[in-house]
């Protein structure tokens, strides 16, 4: 993807919901219901960003803050924008949100058949250990 000037990551607003729910459908198989998308975000501890790109969102991150971690709860790409630097682009704002004194870690866990995200979160830099039930939890601390 080519960064441009229409290029940039903002808060999810209620307007990018049909946007975000289309790509999320498309990015797993138990895609988010607008109910649960509804219900995800009214907690307090949650936050949503899109990447929009020529007034189209490419890719989108929910993630909660704890004491001491970021935790993704849901991440997606708009497939024919995948290997085009959104995933990068997206990790790295929450990257840029650690630090020594608060938070120094984020944790995704993944399934053992999303391949393509495992393979990201790799080049990211997140470390794997596996989990029960074909699961694994990434993890990137500082």
Known sequence: MTMTADTHIRWMIRRDYEEVLYVDARCYEDPLTYTELIRTLRNNSVISVVL???NEIRGYC??????GAIKIIRF???PKHRRCGVATALLQRLKDKLSNQRRNTIAVIVSGQAIQ???CLARCGFVAEPQPFDLIRFTYTI
């Open 76 to 78: 997606g790409v708009e």
């Open 52 to 54: 929009e790109d020529d």
């Open 117 to 119: 995200a495992q393979l």
């Open 62 to 67: 929910i993630y909660e803050l704890s004491a």
